[in-house]
């Protein structure tokens, strides 16, 4: 069953988030079971709302590669991650960004 994370992380900046990213090369080589990723900054934390196939899914990206990346940069803190079965999808026109 389709899941949705949403993830909150303090003190994490736009700069520290594309370090991980071109790290860990999530968009090079896309995980398994992902559907969609989008962050957002609201200036104090970074938040991120991902789509998945199964929560196990996510948890073995968030093992493998996430976390071994979020490491080796020494990101501060913890993030606070909710995760919620999905009842529905649909997205209308989505433009990737840069």
């Known amino acids: 069953m389709p899941v949705v994370m949403l993830m909150r992380w303090d003190g994490v900046t736009t700069e520290q988030y594309d370090q991980v990213r071109k790290l860990v090369g999530w968009e090079e080589k896309p995980a398994r079971g992902g559907i969609f990723h989008i962050m957002t900054h609201d200036g104090q934390a970074m938040r991120v709302t991902d789509v998945w196939e199964t929560a196990e899914h996510f948890q073995q990206f ?14 501060p803190g913890e993030p606070q991650i909710e995760m919620y079965p999905v009842h529905r999808i649909f997205v209308p026109g989505a433009i990737p960004t840069s």
Not at 62 to 75: I, W, Y
Request: aromatic share 0%.
């Open 62 to 75: 968030t093992e493998q590669r996430l976390m071994p990346g979020v490491a080796e940069l020494n990101l």
